[in-house]
């Protein structure tokens, strides 16, 4: 079985012949990884909720999820340092006087990870219903009171999957000896059954919900193009003008999803499988997903016109003007994600343009 008890040193075979690090290089790179992720990932962050709380333009809905993302990603990345810790240490943690520290990485990681993949899931279905459906419709779903309900959900959960090991037997956590880090410890008899439970929780019901609101998207953008494209059959300039938005909102839909995809799918494989091979993979998928901590603000914020705008008065120390509208119009434009085109569907409740 996968999760027996073991005491050998993750550079050695355990009883199993079991081998997660082959060479103590793959653990210098993975921390050097982690370092630069912790880094990288802080100041991304802080600039996103900085940037939503300086501009009164990008208090939008789809923001709040944004800016909760970033928050968890924060959250994250502050105590990815102590997994780089762990890697690097021997035969156990090295700080025995302060395990807690461990402990307390463990819970926080869980924690917010799965805050995360929430927040990925809730963006998706925001836009979906932002693109696809009429603005009272919206308004009526993403009220003050409903948003926060949806941004308490987003913590509800993981929370309740981390306090799981703490008031019960089912998982433990600390330092893993073989993987050498700061999560749930394979000696615990239920170790599997909280491996389940972390995988059922936090992949597949995300991946759904942000596979099936980003298909949705591209249909009804592929659908409003086409009758666009007929309803302005002899202006060419048109026709190439709306060719090209519909393949930019495509490329970018594909980034999405394959991020996503790219990011959580290696790790929770590993996480239920039992073959030899992913035990070698769980610390390489762990670190992908900690990685994509400071990948968020790049998907979801620095390729928004808008956040562009405000992170180039932050960067250049400048005050950022107060007029909410800019330049830009403001009538119901909606922005996709990772592209800085606009797709302009003027929503009424009759029609989109």
Known sequence: MKKMNIASSPDVEDAAGIVVY?????????????????????????????????????????????????????????????????ILGGDGWPIPRATWVCTAAAFVVVVTIGCSV???????????VGITKSRSTTHRIYTARKLALMVIFSWTIPLACALTPVLTDIGELGYEVLYKSCTWVRSNPHT????????????????????????????YVRKTSRATIEAVRGDKATK???SKRQLEVTKNLIYVVLAFVFCF??????????????????????????????????????????????????IRCRKIPHSGQGNRSRTNTLTFTGSSVNQEYSVTNHHRV
Not at 192 to 218: D, G, H, K, R, W
């Open 22 to 86: 082959g060479y103590f290089y793959e653990r210098q790179l993975l921390a050097a990884i982690l370092i630069t992720v912790a880094v990288l990932g802080t100041i991304g962050n802080c600039f996103v909720i900085i940037a939503v709380g300086l501009s009164k333009k990008l208090r939008t809905t789809t923001n709040v999820f944004v800016v909760n993302l970033a928050v968890a990603d924060v959250a994250t990345c502050l105590f990815t340092p102590w997994q780089a810790v762990a």
């Open 118 to 128: 929430n927040n990925l899931a809730l963006i998706a279905v925001n836009r979906w």
């Open 192 to 219: 599997e059954t909280y491996n389940l439970i972390i995988a059922a929780v936090y992949y597949p019901i995300q991946l759904c919900l942000i596979t099936a609101s980003y298909l949705s998207i591209f249909y």
């Open 240 to 242: 190439k003008k709306v």
């Open 265 to 314: 799918t290696p790790y929770f494989i590993s996480l239920v499988a039992s073959a030899d091979w992913s035990y070698r993979l769980v610390p390489w998928g762990a670190t992908i997903v900690l990685c994509n901590s400071s990948a968020n603000p790049i998907i979801y914020a620095t390729s928004h016109p808008d956040f562009k705008e405000i992170f180039g008065y932050l």
